[in-house]
């Protein structure tokens, strides 16, 4: 505490008039500057910090306090052109508030260890035997292989891992942390757009002693997540931990699709793909890839994409999809084309540069018309849209979180005229159909 009230001491008392300051402790806790002249001033510290410097002299802008309060003695000798009046008071709020965070920091690490011990009875080791098509020879398949990956088991005694883990798959086997027995697994559903999957195992003595994980939210920027998998480089179940970097739409690899996904700087390898990333004691997400070529960039899958997936399997009792407007669009953040297209300085939007034919849109929307809001959300020049707290994505986002055959309010600018169509969304798989 001493050495905190000396730096601030000597920062703080940089003018012009001071020409040393040296500082005493002796086993009464005391201070003792020295300023331009032969005048001292001493007080008594205890345990106390620097809480304001002030100097009468016209080279500090601080006003001095009652210098009453810092000598027992009396008045403080110092003169008012040089002495400097350090207030030195006792700062116990300080000193509790920091150790009521020591106290904060043991329970939240204590809170995460029990968190990953939740995990380590839920995740579990995937094995998967797959045989894909050849499309070179069409009438037989590739030679078997075999691959390994994560999951784990959430409510209703299902497991949730990757599309890729389970691609193709022959048949799938699941073996429990701390197990050496595997277990048979069944494919419910896939969604290779989102890679997604969820397996179910018959066996009821797999069930023992088996806790499910629950799904929280999006995390924000800098919070801790740890990921826990079976990444290559051994057997057993490995933890690590890295913070958020970043949230917005991700190419998907799998899926060749572009939804939300977290960006972490835990490693993600080989055989992680699958296991959940804790945040507290729920899941932040489901970690899926990495960004090859470059370090400390892994990707999870969010938990609204999670929730889309198995409402919509849960609900029609298939993989439905993530709905499109079935449109492409083309920024406006150019001042020419919007005065082109005789838009208000006010308005902001996207120009619709091209619309699919089988899509609901192609029988509402036009080619050259501007889409200035969805569902009442204003869309920015460059095709975004408000998120939390100073962020910004795609408007896609908001397209993809809509259930199939949900209608959406989408306001447009057309010829310089203001018009609100109702358009019907559907996956995109269902847009190439109807």
Request: glycine fraction near 8%; charge should be neutral; hydrophobic fraction near 40%.
């Amino acid at each position: 505490m001493l050495g905190t009230s000396v730096r601030a001491l000597r920062r703080l008392c940089s003018s012009s008039s001071v020409s040393s300051i040296n500082l005493i402790e002796d086993y009464t806790n005391k201070v003792t500057a020295t300023a331009r002249g032969t005048s001292i001033c001493t007080c008594t510290i205890g345990a106390a910090k620097v809480e304001d410097v002030a100097a009468s002299s016209s080279s500090c802008s601080f006003e001095p306090l009652n210098s009453e309060a810092h000598n027992e003695n009396g008045p403080c000798p110092c003169p008012s052109v040089a002495a400097v009046h350090v207030h030195l008071l006792r700062n116990n709020n300080k000193l509790r508030r920091r150790r009521l965070g020591d106290r904060r920091n043991n329970k939240r690490s204590t809170t995460d260890k029990d968190a990953i011990e939740l995990a380590l009875d839920s995740v579990v080791k995937i094995f998967t035997v797959s045989s894909s098509p050849n499309y070179f020879l069409p009438w037989q398949n590739k030679s078997q292989r075999e691959s390994m990956g994560s999951g784990f088991v959430i409510p209703g005694k299902k497991i949730l891992t990757n599309a890729h883990v389970v691609a193709d798959h022959t048949f799938v086997l699941v073996r429990k942390h701390g197990s050496p027995a595997k277990y048979r697994a069944q494919v419910k559903a896939v969604g290779h757009e989102c890679d997604l999957a969820i397996l179910s195992v018959e066996s009821e003595e797999f069930w023992n002693g088996v806790n499910s994980l629950e799904l929280g939210d999006i995390p924000f920027l800098q919070e801790a997540v740890a990921v826990v998998g079976y990444p290559q480089g051994g057997d057993n179940i490995s933890v690590t931990k890295g913070v958020v970097s970043r949230v917005e739409p991700t190419q998907y690899v799998h899926g060749a699709t572009q939804l939300m996904a977290i960006q972490i700087d835990a490693a993600i390898n080989p055989g992680n793909s699958g296991g959940p990333a804790i945040m507290g004691n729920k899941v932040a997400g489901v970690a899926f890839q990495n960004l090859s070529g470059a370090e400390n960039i892994g990707y999870i899958i969010p938990v609204p994409v999670i929730k889309h997936f198995i409402a919509g399997v849960e609900e029609s009792g298939k993989y439905v999809g993530f709905c499109s407007l079935g449109l492409s669009c083309q920024p406006i953040e150019n001042v020419q084309l919007r005065n082109h297209f005789r838009m208000h300085p006010e308005m902001t939007g996207v120009l619709v540069s091209k619309i699919n034919p089988l899509s609901d849109a192609f029988k509402v929307l036009k080619k050259d018309d501007i889409i200035l809001a969805f569902d009442g959300v204003p869309i920015a020049n460059d095709g975004t849209v408000p998120f939390r707290n100073r962020e910004r994505i795609t408007f896609d986002h908001l397209v993809s979180m809509k259930k199939p055959n949900e209608t959406a309010v989408v306001r447009v600018l057309r010829d310089g005229e203001e018009y609100e169509f109702n358009i019907t969304l559907r996956p995109v798989s269902l847009s190439t159909i109807f």
